[in-house]
């Protein structure tokens, strides 16, 4: 058996002969497509138009994670969670966003960063690309904590190792897919030849939301 090729995810679009916009709301809508399939046939797909997010995996001196609990009310789940958010502005630096979400949700900073993963959330009903940071060097951010609203209001702060995490994701305790992803993938990389050291720079390229480099 021949050597598989290496595994490498690559842009595409298929013609689309029309589109609607159903469901306009204020972040997100629904989109409906019809696209030509490969055998001729056209097929129409709906999906979700999303701006993109990003997510925050801060790590602490004792190996601890930084996590909240927040409601979801479409899951009506309380979820443990990672700082995330939107990507509010088009073409907006996610490495600005994410030092944002970290600020405002866990009232904190830190000096190293690095991207630890990049992913498609749903990719078979929503365009939501999320990365994920890697957060060290971790000290409580100075100034006024910022006022909090809605679900936030509610959430609880705890940091957790970063094994209780993984494990917790692998018996089905935790559910959320970018503290899952994270925890994961940060215990992926300490497993690697390269270590953390092979994560890429916190400004690397994002084909999937492109931006401008500070």
């Known amino acids: 058996m021949a050597e598989h090729p290496e595994l490498v995810d690559v842009p595409e679009e298929w013609r689309v002969t ?5 469901f306009q709301g204020k972040k997100t809508s629904v989109r409906t497509d019809d696209v030509v399939m490969p055998d001729g046939g056209v097929a129409r797909r709906d999906y979700q138009v ?3 997010s990003v997510a925050v995996l801060a790590l602490d001196e004792e190996d601890r994670v930084l ?4 409601y979801r009310h479409p899951v009506r789940w309380k979820l443990w969670e990672i700082p995330a958010g939107l990507l509010d502005v ?8 994410a030092e944002r979400e970290l600020y405002e949700e866990a009232h904190v900073q830190a000096t190293d960063w690095r991207v ?5 959330t749903t990719p078979g009903g929503c ?19 910022f006022a909090v609203f809605a679900e936030e209001a509610a959430m609880e702060l705890a940091r957790v190792p ?27 990389a300490r497993s690697s030849a390269e270590g953390l050291e092979g994560l890429r720079p916190a400004e690397a390229p994002w084909p999937a939301r492109p931006f401008q480099p500070s």
């Open 50 to 52: 999303h701006p993109g």
């Open 127 to 145: 365009d939501e690309a999320v990365r994920i940071f890697l957060a060290r060097g971790v000290t409580e951010a100075e100034g006024e904590r």
């Open 116 to 120: 630890l993963v990049d992913v498609y």
């Open 67 to 70: 996590v909240l609990s927040q």
């Open 18 to 22: 029309g589109t609607a916009t159903p």
């Open 162 to 188: 970063l094994d209780e995490l993984v494990q917790g994701a692998l018996a089905g305790r935790l559910h959320n897919n970018c503290l899952v992803v994270g925890a994961l993938a940060l215990h992926a």
């Open 90 to 97: 088009p073409g907006e630096n996610p490495l600005h966003a």
